[in-house]
């Protein structure tokens, strides 16, 4: 017999201890509350729950790191998801979302044949056509494509690269979005038809390793991409990589004071907490501040999930406007980013919280070339 949900992900061994509602970033600010989801759900073990506060999460995945009972509470709500969205059940703005990236590409609704128009003059970028080789293909993203604040984290990658001297490529208007977010929003059907027609496209190409901008590209292509057989990295390892090699070097001299922001696809969820603290703190004087909220800990920005085209009311304050706060805090005057989604909400969050005079948001790679 076919398992239910609720044996899938493990509901029936919930003790109700409630750590995985404790550890949600959203639970304080909206009515999602994954205890007692779990309770309804075991209630009411043969009908779906359906909660419309289940739009709210933005798939951190905190809350099934911290369940000492391996319930697997994200991976269940992405499932009732999925069960709306069967049913036309998602908010216009998602269905939008997802209707761009099927026409075009993107959740962004731009034109496929804008995707390089990140690419300036002062650039050496090469876009790579089918049959060449190349022995990095950077995979941009839908947000550093086309976004104009994600867009400098692209250039200042692209500059870094050029100066280690790395061979790289990109694949220009034949990249098409990787499908995180769509899989998290529940759309199982443009996922697989996304993963398959992206990695027919990949095997067009030669080249040794993908490298990504964006966490979520890199969480998708290495845990959920299954036939790919290359290796996946993201930017902030690649760069750790060539300071290490003397490739790149930087001497120290940024002056500012500098905190790490954990993007929750990069750090929480894949384990990648060192080599953006490496890379920092080779251009930093002073030594790059942590928040008290860190690596495994980190509050998330609510940038994942599909939350970039899902609006959450509420009257208290967004996780992104408490995180800046905690920056200054801390006595940040950066805060450092290594994410496009966390670069929107908290520079949004900056502006909200009335710190712009104090507090700036900026992507790695743009710090690195503060001093180019
Ligand atoms: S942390 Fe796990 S066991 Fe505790 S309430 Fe949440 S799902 Fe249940
Ligand atoms: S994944 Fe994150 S936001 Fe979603 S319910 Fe779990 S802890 Fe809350």
Redesign the pocket.
């Known amino acids: 017999m076919a398992q239910t949900l609720i044996e899938q992900h493990g509901?029936f061994?919930?003790?109700?201890?409630?750590?995985?509602?404790?550890?949600c970033p959203i639970s304080i600010r909206t009515a999602l509350n994954?205890?007692k989801l779990?309770?309804q759900s075991l209630l009411e073990s043969k009908k779906r729950v359906q909660s419309p506060d289940i739009w709210c999460c933005t798939t951190c995945k905190t809350?099934?790191d911290?369940?000492?009972?391996?319930?697997e509470?994200m991976e269940y709500i992405v499932a009732l998801r999925r069960y709306q969205v069967e049913r036309g059940k998602i908010e216009p703005t998602a269905r939008n979302a997802l209707e761009s990236i099927l026409k075009h590409g993107n959740p962004w609704e731009r034109a496929r044949e804008k995707r390089t128009e990140w690419i300036t003059d002062d650039l050496d970028v090469r876009i790579l056509e089918e049959g060449e080789s190349t022995d990095v293909l950077l995979f941009v993203g839908c947000t550093p494509a086309y976004d104009p604040e994600a867009q400098k984290s692209a250039r200042a990658l692209a500059k870094l690269l050029n100066k280690a001297g790395v061979d790289f490529a990109i694949l220009g208007t034949a990249e098409s979005c990787c499908g995180n977010e769509v899989e998290r929003m529940g759309e199982e059907g443009l996922f697989e038809m996304l993963v398959e027609e992206n990695t027919e496209l990949f095997s067009k190409y030669k080249f040794n390793r993908i490298v990504t901008i964006s966490p979520h590209c890199y969480n998708t292509f290495k845990n959920e991409y299954t036939a790919l057989d290359f290796e996946i990295i993201h930017y902030t390892q690649l760069l750790q990589e060539l300071i290490e090699s003397g490739a790149l070097k930087f001497d120290g001299k940024i002056g500012e004071n500098v905190i790490f922001h954990d993007p929750c696809f990069l750090g929480k969820q894949n384990a990648v907490f060192d080599p953006p603290r490496f890379v920092l703190q080779s251009a930093l004087e002073n030594e790059l501040l942590e928040f008290d909220r860190n690596r495994e800990r980190s509050q998330c920005c609510e940038g994942g999930g599909g939350r970039m085209w899902i609006e959450v009311e509420s009257d208290i304050e967004r996780t992104a406007e408490e995180r800046v706060k905690d920056a200054e805090y801390f006595g940040a005057e950066i805060i450092a980013t290594s994410c496009p989604f966390c670069m929107l909400t908290l520079s949004d969050a900056v502006k909200t919280t009335g710190l712009e005079d104090k507090l700036r948001v900026i992507d790695i790679s743009e710090i690195l070339i503060i001093d180019y």
């Open positions: 509901l061994g919930c003790v109700q201890c409630g750590r995985c509602v404790a550890g994954t205890r779990i309770y809350c099934s911290r369940c000492p009972k391996g319930v509470i």
